[in-house]
């Protein structure tokens, strides 16, 4: 029965991210050619990012106390609709309508849908389902970028990538259906006062992760763009080949790395990161950019499967709640990020912008290494 449930939810990653890697592509060209007007693409974006913020909590409560099954086919059904309406969209403030419902109705299903993984996924297999999850999720993401980019390059016609990708959306709810409520025996029942510390801390380093690197996918893609005047559409296919290779890639050789506690992970990783990024402003080889980009990723991913799972373990009691503090922290720091980070790209200088983030990440990475009240290792 296990077994069933974790082929469902792989098949439903993959088509559920089948469109992930070019809404927001097309979203900003669609608004774009409507208004020419950044604020509106701007505007079009805080929307699901407020909404994540303001409802995360209720939602998640509401999936500890509710079938979470049922909550997660509705979502996903209501986020589907919503994303081919954006095609249908006479206007500017109807597309923030449907924009506004169809991050209402996700943020349902991703609510929803985290604390039932946390339920039924077995502790020992949770970080080889991470694994899987986010091969299904970069193929998918991949293929459908890919299709979904020459769809758009043969018809011109960015309504259609919408519609198309909402039945795509739509489609994956087939799999949803066969999903069964298990509650697994867990080490625990309740989180001791070590497990709260450590979440609490793990919830802060990525808050200040998020403030550090908002906006990363965008800028580098701006600055690949209007920097190196590549393609709109090269740029696309740069981006699926980085992130999902690297994903794939961060999948099968994360075990390569269980030796290392996630302290020493984290800080490899921040450390790491902060060098790319400023290597990103010095090198001018596309084939180097691309390479520099893809190590940011993968060292990313192989960090954050260890994160997780170690999240996954902490958690016994009203887990909704608890991830919905994470996420909502987060999404904090990510919001404050952008107004930071855009202010010193449009203000200072596209390069400055990325020095800021790095310099964030070390300071984060040295404030890690001398915290010696509590070690992060993988149990």
């Known amino acids: 029965m296990e077994k069933k449930i974790y082929k469902s939810l792989l098949k439903h990653s993959f088509w559920g991210n089948f469109d992930s890697g070019v809404i927001f592509i097309f979203l900003s060209f669609y608004i774009w050619d409507k208004t020419e007007n950044m604020i509106t693409i701007a505007l079009a974006f805080a929307i699901p990012i407020i909404i994540n913020t303001v409802f995360d909590y209720y939602f998640s409560d509401l999936s500890d106390k509710k079938d979470r099954i049922k909550l997660i086919i509705i979502g996903n059904i209501g986020s589907a609709v919503f994303l081919s309406l954006y095609g249908l969209a006479g206007n500017i403030y109807l597309l923030y309508f449907f924009i506004f419902f169809k991050s209402l109705f996700a943020k349902l299903y991703q ?76 080490r625990k029942e309740r989180e001791d006062h070590t497990d709260l510390n450590w979440l609490k801390k793990i919830t802060l380093i990525y808050t200040i992760e998020g403030f550090a690197i908002a906006l990363i996918i965008n800028r580098m893609i701006i600055f690949l763009h209007d920097v190196h005047k590549i393609k709109i559409q090269d740029v696309g296919f740069i981006f699926f080949i980085v992130y999902g290779i690297s994903n794939i890639v961060a999948a099968r050789i994360y075990d390569k790395f269980k030796r290392i506690s996630l302290k020493n992970m984290f800080i490899i990783s921040f450390l790491f990161q902060a060098i790319l990024l400023i290597l990103f402003t010095k090198v001018y080889e596309l084939k180097v950019i691309v390479g520099i980009w893809f190590i940011f990723e993968l060292i990313s991913n192989i960090t954050d499967i260890y994160s997780r799972d170690k999240i996954n373990r902490s958690l016994f009691t009203s887990i909704g709640k608890r991830l919905s503090k994470f996420r909502i922290s987060i999404a904090l720091g990510s919001i404050l990020g952008q107004v930071v980070v855009s202010q010193i790209w449009d203000r200072i200088g596209v390069n400055e912008s990325f020095y800021f983030s790095s310099i964030v990440l070390i300071i984060l990475s040295i404030i890690i290494a001398f915290n010696k009240k509590r070690k992060l290792k993988i149990q």
């Open 111 to 186: 609510s929803s849908l985290a604390p039932y993984k946390r339920d039924t996924i077995n502790e020992k297999e949770y970080k080889g389902y991470i694994s899987k999850e986010n091969i299904k999720i970069s193929v998918g993401a991949s293929i459908g970028g890919f299709s979904l980019m020459y769809v758009y390059l043969y018809t011109k016609n960015i309504p259609l990538i919408f519609i198309i990708s909402g039945l795509i959306e739509l489609y994956s709810t087939i799999y949803l259906f066969k999903l069964q409520n298990i509650k697994q025996k867990k």
